[in-house]
């Protein structure tokens, strides 16, 4: 059962240098949908992270020491066992708005960090190939639609500096029970889903 269940997540490379960064995306996508992520913080190494994991979509940062994200999606492009992964640019070079606008780098899509997880997952589920879209993709968008108000309160907390430890903390255990509860009734919809 547990085998399954693995299978059937979409599994999401995330290239980034910000360790933090892409640690919390990490953690967010695999408790808010069914995901499987890896971090690759070596801009050098995601093309061979790439290979071995073989994601369904990569989140790639654009600027990053060693190797920019614009010359590893080339290498991913040329890849005839990766050509065909999707792929998203984050970079904080692009405002929120050229970002909604569509702009595309090297026909990718493109987020502005930091990244609001909403959004991300919408954009994931608009990426993925077309199988894993038809999978997931109603199921995703409802959850993340679900979500959206819980993140952008977590998100106000962060922005000030002086907001306290303990208001943080009682925030972050509202988001984690609200997910628990949104997840569990995803579980629900997933399991009736897969009886009829």
């Not at 997952?121 to 959850?143: H, M, Q, T, V, Y």
Request: glycine residues 4%; hydrophobic residues 45%.
């Amino acid at each position: 059962m547990a085998n399954s269940a693995v299978e059937e997540k979409r599994r999401i490379l995330i290239v980034d240098d910000d360790r933090d960064g892409t640690h919390l995306i990490k953690v967010l996508l695999e408790k808010i949908g069914p995901y499987l992520a890896l971090e690759e913080n070596d801009a050098a190494k995601a093309h061979q992270s790439a290979r071995n994991f073989r994601p369904d979509l990569i989140l790639l940062d654009i600027m990053m020491p060693q190797r920019d994200g614009g010359e590893i999606a080339t290498q991913i492009e040329a890849d005839p066992g990766l050509q065909r992964t999707a792929i998203i640019f984050l970079t904080a070079l692009v405002t929120k708005a050229e970002a909604k606008a569509g702009l595309r780098i090297q026909g990718h899509p493109v987020l502005s960090k930091p990244v609001n997880i909403p959004e991300l997952i919408k954009r994931i589920e608009e990426n993925l190939p077309a199988r894993e879209r038809k999978k997931f993709g109603k199921k995703a968008e409802d959850f993340a639609t679900q979500c959206y108000a819980l993140h952008e309160a977590f998100a106000l907390s962060l922005r000030s500096a002086k907001a306290s430890a303990a208001i943080k903390e009682r925030l972050m255990s509202m988001v984690r029970e609200r997910l628990t509860h949104t997840r569990n009734a995803v579980d629900v919809a997933l399991m009736t889903e897969a009886t009829k």
